[in-house]
């Protein structure tokens, strides 16, 4: 890893800042949704239908009722009245905030495995084997869960932030001298995080409940419980401090945590439910299925001169999931005509959602191997194309960057990866029985601010605790405020302590949208920063010992803060504790709750990334080996070292997942998915990681927050697909645009 300033380094150590929640998820203390202990709990589990369309026309539940422990059955002829469900069948007018589906509301069925019935029992084993006891006879629909036998069906989605796009002349690509016309496809991926979709509802009375559920944003959850059930904010508590691994999942409230909460109110006990593996692959969402067709022209030379990019993807039959995957094309490059068209297919499966790197994820995958292949026609080094086409302004909004390094992240990659060994020319370089290949993709993602408020209370022997609703699925949040607050008041990081992770704290944003450094890390240096303006206050106060030293009016950029108290830069003999400045002052602790968030600035604010391959093809088995990747990011100030790091090397694995395995195969006869588990449905285990180098550019943006940081989470999967494809064309002489690349597309090449 390289890193340029140890700005935010635990200075005493003279190293990173290691993750502060690191023993705790190691050693098992660290509580999730499904671990919270609670009394006289009882569990449920959900009964999904077998067909993927049409209406149940009878139910039967006795058998499961009169089963062992059994305690209710829930289905759509039982349930009890849900409040915000009572809005009609008005498909505009939402029953919960973002979450169309009303769960046990009627008997029409949508898309395969949708919940059909609730069982709870008195324990776990005896809920499994009563939910094998529903039963349910149905009327069927023709379904409808092929994408391209659909196409006939693709509509633009409602809205204006999902017109049409077109910058300079239409399809001007037409009248370039060198030019290409290419399709990419990218199937269903499933985000599959390590732990399972899980919720535990408990009610006290009937205008009170609290939850601990699997969401990447406590304060969202709340929302949509409210707009449900009715109920006041301030008697919904949501506690969510750990999540393990979401990459999307927990971006909305899905049905589950609904029948959870209902169950729960109807018997009146805390319930806990937990998701089959199988259930996660067709009821908490996944990234849609896309076609794409980019059309890209330029002159002989190297200049584009037009591209056109169109993207067609699913959603569900019962609501219009859309996602940025075109809006990348954009903005990427100098090109003085653009058009970009987004459609979307209703289809009888789950509602698609947001999955890391949303859209520009996908979109990238389409746009970098256009640029490959352009360059390649070209006869121009893919990077020395980037570079005649690189946008100095944003083109599609005629205004500065806050700031840009990409450059350096092309100089910096193309070292560490030995670009200057990659021919021009396909399928030249050879070891024994293997061919090499190197490859690249650019990505980028908005570097988003949005607004949070954190509580500081400092103690007396300087211990400082910060809270904030916000929680973590892995990114190490905690770890960032920490670094954040230490760097800031001059404390050590064990003197630095966070609460997170519930509705009970001040509100914080959602985890995702690569927001929540930029966001949070604001807030804490904002109330850091009023924090030291009332001990310098209370420092120069009369009678003190900066007072008796002349020293009147201080200001905090006259201290030096540090674990122990202050003292004055000019003369730190001076100085004071802060046991001794809250005992002068007659206090026992110091307390503040700020709120923060940007202000608009007239610059587009974008991080940018940069990921490098090298791997090798077997001819005769089409079997892909992945050497060496390289990924940089320009991200801004690195606040956390080891956590980017860890946050980039996440994202290219999987890049490598997405680039070479990930695929959700659906029977359509059946409208059912027929690899929904972890051993068919293939993810990267450690044997097929390579060497991955994480360097980052680690300079100031002067707009985006106080740190000056971008956002990371996304931008480190961003172009890892495309970076993989390219590297498999330059090493075989093969394009393959139908994702993923497995074995087969490539024997004997």
Known sequence: ????????????????????????????????????????????????????????????????????????????????????????????????????????????IYYYDQPIALVIADTYERVLDAAKLVKAQYDKEAHQTDLEANLSKAKAPSGPRKEDYKRGELDAYKKAPVKIKQEYYHPVEVHNPMELGSIIAQWEGSEKVTVYTKTQGVESTRNSIKDAFKLKPENITVQAEHIGGAFGMGLRTWPYEIAAIMGAQKIGKPLKLV?????MFTNVGYRPETIQKISMGATADGKLIGITHEATANTSAYEEFTEATVNITQFMYACPNVATRYRIVPLNVCTP???????????????????????????????????????????????????????????????????????????????????????????????????????????????????????????????????????????????????????????????????????????????????????????????????????????????????????????????????????????????????????????????????????????????????????????GTIISPKTAASQMIGGAVGGIGMALMEDLVVDHRFGRPINNNLADYHVPVNADIPNIDVLFVNKKDPFTNPMGSKGLGEIALVGVAPAIANAVFNATGKRIRTLPITPDKLMEV
């Open 353 to 635: 959602i947001w999955m890391r790197g949303p859209g520009e994820a996908t979109g990238a995958f389409a746009l970098e191997s256009a640029m490959d292949e352009l360059a390649h026609v070209l006869k121009i080094d893919p990077i020395e194309f980037r570079l005649r086409n690189h946008a100095d302004v944003d083109p599609e909004h005629n205004r500065p960057w806050s700031s840009k390094h990409l450059k350096e992240c092309y100089q910096m990659g193309a070292e560490k990866i030995g670009w200057k060994d990659r021919k021009l020319e396909p399928r030249t370089l050879k070891e024994g029985d293997w061919l090499i290949g190197y490859g690249m993709g650019t990505g980028s993602f908005g570097a988003m601010r949005w607004v949070a408020t954190i509580k500081a209370n400092l103690q007396s022997d300087g211990r400082l605790l910060l809270q904030c609703s916000v929680n973590d699925m892995g990114p190490g949040t905690a770890t960032m405020m920490t670094a954040v607050a230490s760097e800031a008041m001059g404390l050590t990081p064990d003197k630095i302590t966070i609460q997170m992770g519930s509705t009970k704290l001040p509100p914080g944003p959602m985890q995702g949208g690569s927001n929540v450094t930029s966001t949070v890390g604001s807030a804490v240096h904002d109330v850091c920063a009023e924090l030291k303006q009332q001990i310098a206050a209370l420092a120069s106060k009369e009678g003190s010992a900066f007072h008796k030293a002349k020293a009147v009016n201080v200001k905090p950029e006259d201290l030096i803060f540090s674990s122990d108290g202050v003292a004055l830069k000019k003369k730190d003999s001076v100085k004071i504790t802060y046991n001794e400045l809250f005992r002068q002052n007659n206090l026992k602790t110091l307390e503040l709750t700020k709120e923060s968030k940007g202000q608009e600035q007239p610059y587009s604010m974008y991080s940018f990334s940069m990921h490098f391959v090298k791997l090798r093809v077997h001819p005769a088995t089409g079997r892909i080996k992945i050497d060496h990747v390289v990924s940089c990011a320009d991200a």
């Open 275 to 279: 998701l089959h593996r199988e259930q």
């Open 1 to 108: 890893m390289n890193i340029e300033k140890d700005f935010f380094f635990d200075k005493k150590q003279n190293n990173p800042l290691n993750r502060v929640d690191g023993r705790a998820k190691v050693t098992g203390t660290a509580t999730y949704a499904a671990e919270h202990q609670v009394s006289n709990l009882v569990y449920g589990f959900l009964v999904g239908s077998t067909i993927a369309k049409g209406r149940i026309k009878s139910m039967d539940t006795k058998s499961a009722e009169r089963a062992d422990g059994v305690l209710a059955v829930i289905t759509h002829l039982n349930a009890p009245k849900i409040p915000g469900y009572q809005t009609g069948k008005d498909p505009s007018k939402p029953p919960t905030a973002g979450q169309p589906l009303r769960i046990f509301y009627d008997n029409q």
